[in-house]
């Protein structure tokens, strides 16, 4: 087994509450030490000895919804391209939302990912498994069946449930299971044909707006029925201040509920969209610098437990097309990083916290191993400089779709090396 040192560095273990100068030292597959304990021990002999100069290691990323092609949209994204993309974005975990064509509510589809991301992706693939059929939002799946496959969590990705009374049912059979509903709320009927943030800016633009109540509505009657059934919810993507508000009352109540943002709705606004520009159409949508500013303080004050990429590849052919016509969505494992690290160099969120949204949270959320540099665990680290600037290039994108927020941008916090499992799947 090979044993690799890394020495100085800045370990920043959000499961220990550690954020110090010290060493990290790999044996194999483990880390077998990871403090400034470890700093007069030495280096085992044979050992690959690493000189970090006050680099960062943190625990690797764990990226809670990711959106792949495979199977059926491998012009997209391919599971192993995406774990390319997550390995060069420090990301060693990522789970895998079930809107595929065929769509994951089956036990073969659970399998086929575990399968073929065993055979082909060189970071963790966890896959989620749909609430119900072909994401209808009417018949459930089989969670007990999915869920022994190795669904780690339920979801109808993109979709929103309609129905209450499904809703309920999931819950109160998930709550059994020891499963999580994941749910993104978009109420159908109040976001019509919208396609950006309802507000001044897109009656200037002339686009039609998605009004926040769209996503406060359900999520609303979400966590009264998290209340009603002691199940375990999570909103999967909240991006409003009143959405805060909701899910901050829901905990305060005791219910089991965790929410989760997109980097999007953490980095960026509704003037962002410019003129028509398609890669900027997300769900949900961009929000108002207010909105974008109260996502930043939940993420500090723990209303919001996890960051996500919400990586969402799409093609040419459907990015290419007038705004209101362009599919939502935008790619986001290789950027998560450098993004989320503008919190911390503005001062908005000190570093531990950051990194705890990042990987700590995520994993226990789950109830995955991971998000930690404990001795005894797994080693799925990232070395990362928090201070080398870089510019997002189309060029250097290695997810097999290029439709970026990020495109030119000037990020600060490059992802040196990243190790899965001890094993280097990534260098710089």
């Not at 993309?85 to 036990?107: F, L, Q, R, Y």
């Not at 990912?113 to 994401?135: E, H, M, Q, S, Y």
């Not at 503008?342 to 949270?361: C, K």
Request: glycine residues 10%; negative net charge; proline residues 4%.
């Amino acid at each position: 087994m090979s044993i690799t040192v890394f020495e100085r560095a800045r370990i920043v273990d959000p499961s220990r509450g550690i954020d110090e100068v010290g060493t990290v030292i790999v044996d194999g597959r483990k880390i077998v030490a990871a403090g400034k304990a470890a700093l007069n021990q030495g280096a085992p002999e044979g050992a690959a000895v690493v000189d970090c100069a006050g680099k960062a290691i943190i625990p690797g990323l764990f990226d809670g919804r990711v959106f792949i092609g495979e199977p059926g949209g491998e012009h997209r994204e391919t599971i192993a391209s995406a774990s390319v993309a997550a390995a060069a974005g420090g990301v060693t975990s990522i789970v895998m939302m079930p809107d595929t064509d065929p769509v994951i509510d089956n036990v073969a589809l659970v399998e086929f990912v575990l399968r073929t991301a065993k055979d082909t992706a060189i970071v963790n693939v966890f896959p989620a498994a749909a609430i119900t059929k072909g994401l209808d939002g009417r018949e459930m799946t089989e969670f007990g069946l999915l869920r022994e496959a190795g669904a780690v969590a339920f979801t109808d990705g993109r979709h929103t449930i309609g129905s209450a009374l499904v809703m309920r049912r999931a819950l109160t059979y998930a709550r059994d299971f020891g499963a999580t509903i994941v749910h993104e709320t978009q109420d159908a009927d109040l976001a019509s044909s919208g396609v950006m943030n309802e507000g001044l800016y897109a009656s200037w633009l002339g686009l039609s707006g998605i009004p926040r109540e769209a996503e406060s509505i359900p999520l609303e009657r979400d966590l009264a029925l998290a209340r009603l059934t002691r199940g375990s919810y999570h909103a999967a993507k909240i991006s409003t201040a009143m959405a805060v508000d909701a899910v901050k009352r829901a905990k305060t109540d005791g219910a089991t509920v965790t929410s989760g943002v997109s980097i999007h709705n953490l980095s960026l606004n509704e003037n962002d969209v410019g003129e028509y520009r398609t890669f900027f159409r997300l769900t949900p949508p961009l929000r108002a610098e207010e909105d974008r500013l109260a996502m930043i303080e939940a993420v500090r004050d723990g209303t919001v437990d996890i960051i996500v990429s919400s990586h969402d590849p799409q093609d040419v052919d459907t990015k290419r097309l007038p705004f209101a016509d362009a599919a939502a969505g935008a790619i986001g494992l290789e950027t998560l990083l450098g993004a989320a690290l503008r919190l911390y160099h503005n001062g908005d969120v000190p570093l531990l916290r950051l990194i705890e949204t990042l990987s700590t949270a995520p994993a226990k959320l789950f109830g995955l191993a991971g998000g930690t540099l404990r001795p005894g665990a797994i080693a799925d680290l990232a070395l990362v400089d928090l201070d080398e600037p870089w510019i997002v290039s189309e060029s250097g994108i290695r997810s097999r779709s290029k439709n970026t927020c990020f495109e030119g941008a000037r990020l600060q916090g490059k992802v040196l090396q990243t190790l899965v499992a001890g094993r280097t799947v990534y260098s710089a």
